[in-house]
């Protein structure tokens, strides 16, 4: 099946692109759409040219899977170059996302129609790369420098009003996208053509403007390089002329394909696709989840029920007073309406999302929802008390899931009817934001249960990452040894305050100890007094030193730093040195770079472990955990990727 097709409707021509799963800028797309140039440039019969994708969208990209090979000809900047220069005049007809490469073929054409729900951007900031085919000289020229420089330095795609609004596209469709835009091509041949968008005229800010945006730009990429590179080429894309800035674009374009942080980047885009999809289960037909219960109504469970209503689920919550349920749906109206006075949802949405919650102290309710999170106190006795009563209300086949983090789901299921439809979903905290969902199957759990929450999963645009049973599962395993670690370098006499610089200027958004003192100190310091007290030898750390002396975080206004009442600022604390200097031995002396290498490395044994004991089945999903539950920073690739040369 060829990947270009052409078809006539009269005097206009459509070319039809068909390169499953994305359209993704192959070598083969690449060389029949500049064939289809050279035929119809060469029709006489032919005024206009629309270009239409079939499948789920318009052209998606260059084809990532090509970048770690060399370039083949015909090049992307080539193609664009001869679309817009045809004879006759190309209009794209976008459908789906046209992003990177796909939307620079889109500014190659005289004109953009896109269906409403259509989005357009250049995302290859989030690859580690720059535009390669023109994004940052043509963007500019289309809709102005500010513009240009929101879409290629963060990456983020414009929905079609947005980007019709910021003169990105020329035309919004409803309904048969061919039909719509072979009616544009109809009335644009009737008026003078546009000039070609490279031939267009740009304004060029002043230093004033380049300077702010760097150091905003600065400060959100936490150190990844592209998005400055990115508007480096935009600055030269505003000052230079048309084809100096094309040779200075991909110039830089080659120079990042090749970069530790591209590479790292296309590990995690690979692996982020991968994750939903396990191989393993690919034959297994999962459940269909029409309607979703949450026992608890806390953080957690409100966090839960606000990602279950986001995806559209009406979704019952269970509480056990009547005073429970009202703060419970409080929770979830809160989450709402802070969303909607940030503006990211309006107010009419937020409403609508708090009413599809319903709550009730009646586990008779569950009688037939397709599934049930509990979220219910760390307790076993508790969560077994849970599952007693789901097990009396619910469907045999329902999907009955825990939110535990540490304790083991085998004891939570015992004496559960039908154990098949029962595992561990651990959510990550706020729910409703954090990527990660460990997915823990016990052993009688069955493939159709595992794989009805891989589908929610990718209901709930959530990262799955499958974990087997252990303390802590994958994610916090590696925590307790990272935070392990970093009191190991505190006690050898590096300073606090210099272990937490060290990991901020390796790419955390905070260290190790700020981090603590943001969350509490006293949920894991109660979780080893649990053990301790069940008699295992749980060695005392340093945070239980500070939680003992009442420094649980910021919360009780200090823990490992001190902080004044009305400042989250950390500040290095006397106290805490007091508390603790029986414990330090001064000695070490570590520079930023050498304590990060150290952290990360004992992350990455840890990861091992973990893999060696089959709890994770790939280094890739150690990396999905670290990144998306944890903060790793993504442009380093996890802690697996990042090390595995010294692996
Ligand atoms: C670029 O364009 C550089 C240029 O400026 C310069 C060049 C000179 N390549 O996400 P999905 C695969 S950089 C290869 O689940 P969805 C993906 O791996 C590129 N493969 O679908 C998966 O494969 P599998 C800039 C790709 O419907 C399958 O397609 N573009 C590519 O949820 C389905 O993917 C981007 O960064 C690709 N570019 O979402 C866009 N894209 O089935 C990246 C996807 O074997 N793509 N695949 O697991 C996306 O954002 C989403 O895929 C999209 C569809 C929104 C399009």
């Given at each position: 099946m060829p990947v270009v097709t052409i078809a006539r409707d009269q005097e206009i021509a459509v070319v039809t692109v068909d390169n499953?799963?994305?359209?993704?800028?192959s070598q083969a797309l690449r060389q029949g759409l500049w064939e289809a140039v050279a035929t119809l440039d060469a029709?006489?019969?032919?005024a206009a040219v629309v270009l239409i994708c079939a499948g789920?969208?318009?052209?998606?990209?260059?084809?990532?899977?090509?970048?770690?090979?060399p370039p083949m000809e015909p090049h992307l900047p080539d193609l664009v170059a001869r679309i817009e220069g045809a004879a006759k005049p190309w209009i794209a007809a976008i459908h789906g996302s046209a992003l990177g490469g796909g939307f620079e073929v889109a500014m190659g054409c005289r004109f953009r129609v896109a269906l409403t729900d259509a989005t357009v951007g250049l995302p290859e900031v989030t690859l580690g790369?720059?535009?390669?085919?023109g994004g940052t000289v043509r963007t500019p020229r289309l809709a102005g420098v500010e513009v240009a420089v929101d879409l290629a330095t963060s990456g983020k795609p414009l929905s079609a009003e947005k980007a019709h609004n910021a003169g990105l596209i020329d035309a919004v469709a409803q309904g048969d996208l061919r039909e719509a835009a072979t009616a544009f091509a109809r009335m644009a041949l009737a008026k003078p053509l546009p000039q070609p968008v490279s031939a267009r005229p740009v304004v060029a800010p002043g230093a004033q403007f380049w300077f702010e945006k760097e150091k905003a730009i600065v400060k959100a990429a936490?150190?990844?390089?592209?998005p400055m590179r990115a508007l480096a080429c935009l600055r030269y894309a505003a000052e230079a002329a048309f084809g100096e800035a094309m040779a200075y674009e991909r110039e830089t374009f080659l120079d990042l394909r090749g970069s530790e942080q591209a590479d790292a980047l296309r590990h995690v885009f690979f692996a982020e696709r991968a994750a939903p999809r396990p191989a393993a289960l690919r034959e297994v037909e999962p459940q269909p989840i029409r309607s979703a219960a949450v026992v608890g109504g806390g953080t957690m469970g409100a966090g839960i029920i606000a990602a279950l209503r986001a995806a559209g689920l009406p979704v019952i919550l269970i509480e056990r007073e009547d005073e429970a349920v009202t703060r419970g749906l409080a929770n979830v109206a809160q989450i709402f309406d802070r969303a909607a006075s940030r503006g990211t949802m309006s107010a009419a949405q937020a409403q609508a999302l708090t009413e599809g919650v319903t709550g009730s102290?009646?586990?008779?309710?569950?009688?037939?929802?397709?599934l049930v999170i509990e979220a219910v106190f760390e307790d076993i006795e508790v969560k077994r008390a849970v599952f007693a009563q789901l097990g009396r209300h619910c469907r045999p086949d329902a999907v009955l899931a825990t939110n535990t983090s540490y304790l083991d789901p085998r004891l939570i299921v015992?004496?559960?009817?039908?154990?098949?439809?029962f595992l561990g979903l651990h959510f990550f905290s706020p729910a409703n934001v954090m990527k990660l969902l460990e997915i823990v199957p016990v052993p009688e759990t069955s493939a159709r249960t595992l794989s009805t929450t891989f589908a929610l999963a990718r209901l709930l645009k959530k990262v799955p990452v499958q974990a087997g049973i252990c303390?802590?599962?994958i994610g916090n395993r590696i925590l307790k040894r990272y935070r392990a670690a970093a009191e190991g370098l505190v006690r050898q006499g590096v300073p606090i305050a210099e272990v937490d610089a060290a990991m901020r200027g390796y790419?955390?958004?905070?260290?190790p100890f700020e981090a603590q003192d943001l969350g509490g100190l006293d949920i894991a310091f109660l979780q080893r007094e649990g053990a301790r007290a069940a008699g295992q030898l749980v060695p005392e750390t340093l945070g239980d030193i500070l939680v003992r002396a009442g420094r649980k975080g910021q919360k009780t206004g200090g823990g490992w730093y001190d902080y004044t009442l009305d400042e989250r600022r950390p500040v290095p604390s006397a106290t805490v040195m007091e508390l603790l200097c029986a414990e330090i031995t001064p000695g070490v002396e570590l520079a930023h770079p050498a304590i990060a290498t150290a952290l990360v490395n004992e992350m990455a044994a840890e990861g091992q472990a973990i893999l060696d004991e089959g709890i994770a089945d790939t280094p890739a999903d150690i990396d999905l955990v670290e990144i998306h539950g944890?903060?790793?920073?993504r442009w380093r690739g996890g802690p697996m990727f990042a090390t595995r040369a010294r692996r």
């Open positions: 499953p799963p994305v359209n993704a800028l029709d006489p019969q032919v789920r969208t318009f052209i998606a990209g260059a084809d990532v899977s090509e970048f770690g090979k790369i720059v535009p390669g085919a936490k150190g990844a390089a592209a102290t009646e586990y008779a309710r569950l009688s037939k929802a397709d015992e004496g559960l009817p039908n154990p098949e439809r303390e802590g599962f790419g955390f958004a905070m260290g944890y903060g790793f920073p």
